[in-house]
């Protein structure tokens, strides 16, 4: 089992940055660990997960070449870098986690932290 606790939204302007962090407890290096966001309309997206050893990732296509998602195992955390923020981008974003790799369904990951909210202003 694993907890997990983000920080780093906020309000920033369009094409800002930010980095959100996720610090775990548990197991942290057995874990995938991944980003997805909850959209003001309620739709949930995958935008980013990491393998166990972080050299393996994933992007939606809608962040691509924009957000970068790192871990530090020896750190039990994971990090989500945003550059060039639009508007479209904001969204309440959740830390996950799972054993099982290849997850890209938000239904699919068992652990999730609290959320950060992430606006973006025109």
């Known amino acids: 089992q694993v907890s997990l606790v983000e920080s780093g939204g906020g309000l920033v302007q369009a094409g800002d940055s930010l980095k959100l962090s996720c610090t775990a407890s548990g197991r942290f290096k057995d874990y995938i660990m991944g980003w997805i966001r909850q959209l003001p309309t309620k739709e949930r997206e995958l935008v980013a997960r990491i393998n166990w050893a972080g050299f393996s990732t994933y992007y939606a296509d809608s962040v691509k070449g924009r957000f970068a998602i790192s871990r530090d195992n020896a750190k039990n955390t994971v990090y989500l870098q945003m550059d060039n923020l639009k508007p479209e981008d904001s969204a309440v974003y959740y830390c996950?986690?799972?054993?099982?790799?290849?997850?890209?369904?938000?239904?699919?990951?068992?652990?999730w932290g609290q959320g950060t909210q992430v606006t973006v202003s025109t």
């Open positions: 996950v986690a799972s054993l099982l790799p290849g997850l890209n369904s938000a239904d699919d990951y068992r652990y």
